[in-house]
Structures are given as structure tokens and as C-alpha cells.
């Protein structure tokens, strides 16, 4: 055999060697370290939010930059002519503060304002050019009034409020429709979105609406093949999903934050009401749905808790974080729960139904007022 196929064969054997070494099982190594998960999940969460930079000096130096160029942004200390209550608060606290404040808009920009925000379409040249040319110092008052109960206003506003609820639900839009050209008053408007009690989930639209798209976060993964097991729903966690997305849509405020934890030390460096807040103020005002219950249908083979034919009442025991039979109790996506019963509390003043008031009623009543 040649020398040179010798020494190719040598070489051939010897990286065979090395590779066969590597595979076997390695003695006298010490073994690899897991890396340990943070002991504090929360601040490790919340790293970013809390300790992100701030960026408000940053933007009021650009609008005090680009403030200056534009047309009419000179502040005015001409009075402004106030109409309504709201107007008395706003302007009032200017005026007592010493805050300049901008002109009021040239009739163009308050006509174009005013037709975008109420009806969503901008107004015609003809429009335009006859309310400019008009003299009635109330022609303002009157150009509101004669957009509002419109059918593009109540359909621009039904589309609004349906972009709230995230649903484009057809029966919700029409709903908002109406309740918006008879002008219903907010309150019965809030106590229905809170208070159906339906043998169907499209029933009522706001049922549909509310505790329908909750429920299907809210229910469990797994094939729940017994049809009179209740396990595959979180009602719990269903009914914590409904009073966050209360607190987001009705009172302006994400309280979802703690309702896995206590507020303090993680979110009064951004909100002072956070801050003051603990897990068991947000599981007394979910106890204003302790009550409700979500059925479910089934075709034999397991249950489903959404959908058309998920069905609701308030014949459920209560807020009870230990035992919620029948349905699953362990908290699922939360830290665990203390396994205490709670009572229905308005998470912004302590208020509680009156003796026998249903829970979800006295929400009802009591969050519209403050």
C-alpha cells in the first residue's frame, strides 16, 4: 500500500476515534448549572414598565419647538364662553391656574371638527361656505344639534362603542343604535351591559357582548368529555376577565394588574390609585359577579362555555377562592388565589349593595354615579 493512502487511512481512523470519544457519556465533568428562574416574577414582569425612561420633558421640549411655527398657536387670554358644567370645571380650573390657553377655531376648523367626531364624514364645500357666511351667533349650537341622533351619528358612535367591546357582533351594533337615537340614559345603559340573565348567549347582545368573549379566554384547555362536567370552565378566572375589562371600559383604569398582586411597590412609581390598591380590593368588586353563573351546553360528548348556546343566571354560591364547585378552582394565568370568600365592595369607595340588593344590580346602580 502506498504511503499516502496509509496516511489517509491513519487520519480517517483517528477523527472516527474522536468523534465516537465525544458521543460517549463524559466522567469527572461537573454537572451543567440550570439557570434559576427569578425568584420575584413580578418585578421581573414589570422590569420595563417601571423602569423605563421618561420620556414627558423629552416631548414638551419638541411641542415647545413646533408650537411656535404653527397658525393660531399663540395662547389667548380672551374668555372663553362656557356652555355646560363640564365646561365651567375645565375652564374654570384654567382660569384659577393661570394656564394659557389657544383661540377657539375659526368656523372651518370647527365645522370640519365637529362632522368628523360626530358623524365621521367630513362636511361638503356647500356646508362649509354657507356656515361661514352665516351670521347667527348660535350657529355652532345648532350644527351640533343637527348631527346629533342622525343615523350616521348613531352609526359612527355605535361602531365606536363596538371598537370598545372589541366585537363587530351585528346584534351589539344595532343595539348601540338604538339606545343611542332614543338617547337613553348611560346608567340603564351600563345595567344592561352588566345584568342579562339569558337561557341563550345571543339572547341579549350585551351578554354576547361582555361575557361571552371573556369566556372563551376563560375556558380550560383539554377534552372535557363527560357532559355534566362544569371543570372545563375557570369561572373564577371567567369572572375576574369580566371585572378587568369593567374597570378598563367603564371606569377608564386597567385594574387587571392586580388582581395578580398587590399594587404597592409595582404600580404607584406610574399611578398613585394603583398603588394604594391590594389583590383582595379587586376580588371584592369581583364578588359583584360571585353569583353568576355560566352553564354551558353540551351534545353529549363535553360542555362549552361560550358560544350561542351558553347560557347565564345568578344561582352560583358567591366569590369563594377556595372551593368553587363545580367548576375548576385553582386560579389559571394568576398567582394562586388565598382561597378566602369575599364580598361584593366598589373598588372606588368601599360601597356594597344594600341588604338583599342582587350584586350585579347594585353595580349597576352604584358605578354610574361616581
Known amino acids: 500500500m502506498k504511503p499516502v493512502k496509509l496516511v489517509l487511512m491513519a487520519t480517517m481512523i483517528l477523527c472516527l476515534t474522536f468523534v465516537v470519544t465525544a458521543q460517549g457519556p463524559q466522567t469527572g465533568q461537573p454537572a451543567q448549572v440550570q439557570p434559576q428562574a427569578d425568584p420575584d416574577r413580578v418585578d421581573t414582569a414589570h422590569q420595563e414598565l417601571l423602569n423605563a425612561k421618561d420620556k414627558a420633558a423629552e416631548a414638551s421640549k419638541l411641542t415647545e419647538t413646533v408650537a411656535p411655527a404653527l397658525p393660531g398657536a399663540a ?17 374654570g380650573r384654567i382660569e384659577k391656574d393661570n394656564i394659557p390657553h389657544a383661540p377657539l377655531a375659526s368656523d372651518e376648523e370647527f365645522l370640519r371638527r365637529v362632522y368628523v367626531d360626530a358623524i365621521g364624514f367630513l362636511p361638503t364645500p356647500e356646508k362649509i361656505r354657507s356656515f361661514v357666511a352665516d351670521t347667527d351667533p348660535n350657529k355652532r349650537d345648532k350644527v ?16 365606536y362603542y363596538g371598537e370598545l367591546f372589541r366585537t363587530r357582533a351585528a346584534s351589539f351594533h344595532y343595539w348601540t343604535k338604538t339606545w343611542l337615537k332614543v338617547d337613553r340614559p348611560y346608567n340603564e345603559v351600563f345595567a344592561d351591559m352588566v ?10 347582545p350585551t351578554a354576547m357582548t361582555l361575557y361571552d368573549a371573556v369566556g372563551q379566554t376563560a375556558a380550560r384547555d383539554g377534552a372535557f368529555t363527560d357532559r355534566n362536567n362544569y371543570r372545563g ?18 371606569l ?26 391590594k389583590r383582595s380590593d379587586f376580588w371584592q368588586q369581583a364578588a ?12 353529549g360528548s363535553g360542555r362549552n362555555f361560550y358560544g350561542e348556546q351558553a347560557q347565564y343566571d345568578d344561582l352560583a354560591p358567591g ?30 369607595t368601599g360601597e356594597k349593595p344594600k341588604p338583599g340588593e342582587d350584586p350585579r344590580k347594585a353595580l349597576g346602580r352604584i358605578l354610574p354615579s361616581h
Not at 372663553?80 to 365646561?87: E, M, S, T
Not at 345584568?195 to 341579549?204: A, D, E, I, S, V
Not at 371567567?238 to 378587568?244: A, P, Q
Open 195 to 204: 345584568t342579562p340573565t339569558t337561557k341563550n348567549g345571543r339572547g341579549l
Open 233 to 250: 370552565l375557570n369561572r373564577l378566572d371567567w369572572v375576574d376577565g369580566i371585572t378587568t375589562e369593567i374597570g378598563r371600559v367603564f
Open 288 to 299: 359583584f359577579f360571585g353569583r353568576l353563573r355560566n352553564i354551558g351546553s353540551s351534545d
Open 144 to 159: 351640533i344639534d343637527s348631527l346629533i341622533g342622525t343615523e350616521e351619528f348613531a352609526d359612527q358612535w355605535a361602531y
Open 319 to 348: 366569590y369563594n377562592t377556595g372551593d368553587d364547585w363545580p367548576y375548576y378552582t385553582p386560579a389559571e394565568g394568576r398567582f394562586p388565589r388565598d382561597g378566602k370568600s369575599y364580598e361584593p365592595a366598589f373598588i372606588m
Open 75 to 91: 395662547a389667548s387670554t380672551a374668555p372663553i364662553p362656557r356652555k355646560n358644567f363640564i365646561d365651567e370645571h375645565i375652564f
Open 252 to 277: 377608564g383604569v386597567s385594574i387587571e394588574c392586580f388582581s395578580c398582586h398587590n399594587g404597592a411597590g409595582h404600580t404607584d412609581s406610574f399611578n398613585m390609585f394603583l398603588g394604594s390598591r
